[in-house]
């Protein structure tokens, strides 16, 4: 849509996506130390297991969800736990048990991940304003 408040066209553009770049990929730890003798191992989401904001789920169930999917091995002491071998409420269950500072750096993690971006320039067909928009995630490529 232009950007000039009395235009508002609405304009067709096309990108390619080979176009788009990776953005915040600088390389992150993945493991967070929640305590002297427990830490764990988060993994980025993948699109199919990430859970979005659906009418009835609260936010915080949504992070929560989120968090555990992305949960990839605990570890205690010497012990290690691969979190695929158990279940998602299992999962969901030692998130809700973590204190605010610890699942805060979860949700950092999360919120810190890599994704698809695009910025581009589009001159508007009615009134020739140039507008600039960018694209952040799959969901916008493709919406």
């Known amino acids: 849509?232009?950007?000039?408040?009395?235009?508002?066209?609405?304009?067709?553009?096309?990108?390619?996506?080979?176009?788009?770049v990776i953005k915040n990929n600088d390389k992150?730890?993945?493991?967070?130390?929640?305590?002297?003798?427990l830490s764990i191992e988060?993994?980025?989401?993948?699109?199919?297991?990430?859970?979005?904001?659906?009418?009835?789920?609260s936010d915080s169930d949504v992070l929560i969800t989120n968090a555990a999917l992305s949960l990839a091995f605990v570890y205690s002491g010497d012990e290690v736990y691969d979190?695929?071998?158990?279940?998602?409420?299992?999962?969901?269950?030692?998130?809700?048990?973590?204190?605010?500072?610890?699942?805060?750096?979860v949700i950092e993690f999360l919120l810190d991940i890599p994704y698809v971006g695009y910025d581009g320039v589009f001159t508007c067909k009615k009134c020739g304003k140039e507008t600039e928009y960018s694209y952040a995630g799959l969901i916008d490529f493709f919406i």
């Open 1 to 20: 849509i232009c950007s000039d408040e009395e235009c508002k066209e609405h304009n067709d553009i096309t990108i390619l996506l080979s176009d788009s």
């Open 28 to 37: 992150k730890d993945c493991i967070i130390k929640l305590s002297d003798d």
């Open 42 to 57: 988060l993994k980025f989401p993948s699109i199919g297991a990430k859970i979005t904001q659906q009418e009835g789920v």
């Open 83 to 105: 979190a695929k071998d158990t279940s998602l409420e299992e999962r969901i269950k030692f998130i809700e048990q973590l204190n605010t500072n610890q699942f805060g750096e």
